[in-house]
Nanobody, 127 residues
Framework: VQLQASGGGLVQAGGSLRLSCAASARTFSSRTLAWFRQAPGKERDFVGA???????????DYADTVKGRFTISRDGAQNLVYLQMNSLTPEDTATYYCAAGPYRGTFYYTESEYLYWGQGTQVTVSS
């Protein structure tokens, strides 16, 4: 299972950034995919996740700290998961990681539940 995150960079407060996570076709279709972030000296925190099922399609869930500002979506044709980040603040500065859970159709919220991780992409928000 390979995951590769990209799209990080430097942005001013109030700005937007979109991260991408490339996954293999099998990973993309069979596992819940999530974004976590880790600021210097802090633990890795859940940002949001996307799951899907044949019955209900895609569903997303987010940490309270990003709800209403961040949006996760999937592109099945390219096996990409996106994290659209709007209204960024300096508190959003962190290394962002995409991760794959054990199954699809279920949300997982803790780092230990995710089996596979991308390499991380740095997001820096200046004030």
């Amino acid at each position: 299972v390979q995951l590769q995150a990209s799209g990080g960079g430097l942005v001013q407060a109030g700005g937007s950034l979109r991260l991408s996570c490339a996954a293999s076709a099998r990973t993309f279709s069979s596992r819940t995919l999530a974004w976590f972030r880790q600021a210097p000296g802090k633990e890795r925190d859940f940002v949001g996740a996307i799951k899907w099922s044949g019955w209900s399609g895609d569903s997303t869930d987010y940490a309270d700290t990003v709800k209403g500002r961040f949006t996760i979506s999937r592109d099945g044709a390219q096996n990409l998961v996106y994290l659209q980040m709007n209204s960024l603040t300096p508190e959003d500065t962190a290394t962002y990681y995409c991760a794959a859970g054990p199954y699809r159709g279920t949300f997982y919220y803790t780092e230990s539940e995710y089996l596979y991780w991308g390499q991380g992409t740095q997001v820096t928000v200046s004030s």
